[in-house]
Structure formats: C-alpha cells, structure tokens
C-alpha cells in the first residue's frame, strides 16, 4: 500500500481545485441561473410585481403616486390612512352651486357660529370719542359676517381693525382741522393786528344773523369757518350792513354787544332829559323819526330777549 493513493476526503472531490469551467462551490449544478429562487426573496422591490400592477392601466401603474408602493398592502395602508385623515378634518369646500346646507355645513365646521348672535365684540380702548358704537350697528356688523361665513376670530380682527382705521382717519381729521385754525388765526392776527377780535366778532354775528344754526354746522363740518378768505368776507359784508343799516349810530346792531347798547340807551336819555329840544323831546324836530329808530334798534341788541 502506498501512501499517495491514499484519498483521506473518501470520493469527495478535492477542495478549491476548479478547472475552467468547473462550477462552483455551493453550486448544485443547475444551469437556470437561479432564476426559480429570484422571484423568491427579491430585495429589489420588484416581489410580485405581475400581480400587484394586474389590471392597472398604464396611466396608474407610471403614476408616482402607485410606484412609490413595493407592495398591495403599502398600497392599501396608505389609502386607509387617508381617510382616516379626511375624517378628522371633516371639512369638504362647497363647489360652486352647492346648496345652502352644504355651505351652511362648511362654514360651521371651520369655525362660524351657529348664529349672528354667536358673535362676540370686545371695543378696543383708546378709540376716537366721536364713534359711536350703537346696538344697531353691532346687530348690522353681525348679520353681515354671519352671511359671508366668518369664524368669530375673523369677524372679532376685521372689526377691530375697522374701529382702529375709522378712530385713526378721525384723528387725523381733526388734528388737520386744528393745524389749519391756527394757520387762519395766525395769518389773520398778522394782517389786522388789534383789529382781529372785532372782525372775527363780525363775521360771527353775520354768520349767526343770516345763516343760522344751518349754515354754522356746514362751516364747521368743511371747516370753511376758519379759511380766512371766508372770515374776512363775512367782516366786511357785517361792517358794509352796519355803514347802510343805522346810519350815524357810531355803533353797529352786528359789532355792539348788549352791554355797549344799554351804555347808548342811557346816554341817549340823560342827554334827551337836559335838552328839551332834543329830537326825542320835541316830536316837530326834523331828526325826531330817526332818533326814535335809533333808540328802537339799541333796545333790540340790549335787550334780545324781547325781539
């Protein structure tokens, strides 16, 4: 017996000696390429690709939203948490032409209240004292939110922010109003000097004579009151009526106050009671008529109240 004849691995093949062509270790020798177990235990993603995509159309099985699935059940999964998504917003946007009850639903679900009254109105501090916010108003504002469908958070900051703007243009409004009184004051009182009160005094009295509380409010709403082309035209239209009214009066029924009509009145009479052929004595004297209108127009500015 030789000992080179000896074959310890019994009729097993020596270990990692290949010819060319020899297949290798592991291999059972089938020549299929593996390709009964490549359907089995595919990691490409592909597993069952025949049947997952069955009777889909070429639109759907491309589709990105379809190939991002490696399988039925991702697929199914997926759909199921979708609806459960749409149930808990339970919210659908009426398409255009839905009935009334359809978007009477949708407004309530995102937020409306059930009714006008649901609404609830903070007023904001520090807003123009000239607004008034009347129940009338508020019932108005409501009604209108409540038909264009406005949560209460929306219809609460539209309002506010109305409020705010309305206060800020009244503001603005008034302080131009303000500015353009003290530019009138300042470039009259520069033209007249100390004849300034008086003319402001006459234009007043003409307006208050003639115009009435009518055309005072429609001076002071356009703030044609202090434009001082209107003030210096009202002066002079006063001090014109008072030259053509009472003629050598040494006074004027717009300029004189009670008081300064009462003073007259009185040194008329004591002036009448020393001289017996004063015109308002002697009833044959040629100023008699006139002296008696004179006295007649004093008695009406000092005594007003008896017109």
């Known amino acids: 017996m030789f000992l080179d004849n000896l074959n310890p691995f019994g009729q097993f093949k020596p270990m990692m000696m290949f010819a060319e062509g020899d297949v290798g270790a592991g291999d059972d020798g089938n020549d299929d390429g593996g390709s009964e177990g490549g359907s089995e235990g595919d990691s490409s993603g592909n597993e069952g690709v025949g049947s997952f995509y069955d009777g889909f159309s070429d639109d759907i099985r491309n589709h990105p939203s379809v190939t991002k699935f490696k399988n039925a059940e991702d697929l199914a999964t997926s759909y199921v948490n979708l609806e459960k998504k749409i149930g808990e917003k339970g919210v659908i946007i009426p398409k255009e032409g839905a009935p009334q009850e359809e978007i009477d639903a949708y407004y309530k679900a995102i937020g409306r209240p059930e009714a006008p009254d649901g609404y609830k109105f903070d007023t904001p501090e520090g807003i123009n004292k000239n607004i ?25 900051g539209l309002r506010m922010y109305h409020l705010d703007s309305l206060s800020q243009q009244i503001s603005t409004s008034e302080k131009a109003r303000e500015d353009a009184l003290l530019k009138a004051q300042t470039e009259l009182r520069n033209e007249f000097g100390g004849k300034y009160d008086g003319m402001i005094s006459t234009a007043v009295k003409v307006v208050d004579k003639f115009g009435g509380q009518e055309v005072k409010d429609l001076m002071n709403d356009s703030g044609l009151g202090n434009h001082p082309a209107v003030i210096k ?20 029924d717009l300029l004189m106050s009670p008081a300064q009509a009462k003073a007259e009145i009185a040194k008329i009479n004591s002036q009448a009671q020393s001289d017996p052929k004063h015109p308002l004595m002697d009833d044959q004297h040629p100023e008699h008529k006139e002296a008696i209108a004179k006295r007649d127009s004093l008695y009406k500015i000092a005594y007003p109240e008896n017109k």
């Not at 008034?132 to 609460?156: R, S």
Request: aromatic letters at 4%; glycine letters at 8%; charged letters at 20%.
């Open 132 to 156: 008034q916010i009347t129940p009338e108003l508020e019932g108005a504002y409501k009604d209108v939110a409540f038909k264009l469908g406005l949560t209460a958070e929306q219809a609460a």
């Open 233 to 252: 035209m009202m002066s002079k239209i006063g001090s014109k009526l008072s030259e053509d009214s009472i003629a050598n009066t040494g006074s004027s």
